[in-house]
């Protein structure tokens, strides 16, 4: 099995920060991309931002220039730095990897079980 956990979510004020982590564990033999996801309240899953293994990042454009995602190949944990937080980022934010898990399979995707963002204005 593979486990996604995000940590880090919770209240803050419009124009704070928080910092989201998503460690993978599990039977990984290795992961391609990984990245986050957000869905707001009657809203669709929208992409927040991915990042390769090679550590090339891709941020929507509602987000650009405010969060920055990283990662830790050697840990399987990726970050989400959030800055500048509007109340419109409201949402459950959830991790996604692709894992292979062995030699023989293919990359599958993977969630996380999300992590509430709140955004006070």
């Known amino acids: 099995q593979v486990q996604l956990v995000e940590s880090g979510g919770g209240l803050v004020q419009a124009g704070g920060s928080l910092r989201l982590s998503c460690a993978a564990s599990?039977?990984?033999?290795?992961?391609?991309?990984m990245g986050w996801y957000r869905q707001a309240p009657g809203k669709q899953r929208e992409l927040v931002a991915t990042i390769t293994s090679g550590g090339s990042a891709d941020y929507a454009d509602s987000v650009k220039g405010r969060f920055t995602i990283s990662r830790d190949n050697v840990k399987n944990t990726i970050f989400l730095q959030m800055n500048s937080l509007k109340p419109e980022d409201t949402a459950v934010y959830y991790c996604?990897?692709?894992?292979?898990?062995?030699?023989?399979?293919?990359?599958?995707?993977?969630w996380g079980q999300g992590t509430q963002v709140t955004v006070s204005s």
């Open positions: 599990g039977s990984i033999l290795s992961i391609n991309a």
């Open positions: 996604n990897a692709q894992v292979r898990r062995g030699y023989s399979s293919g990359y599958n995707n993977y």
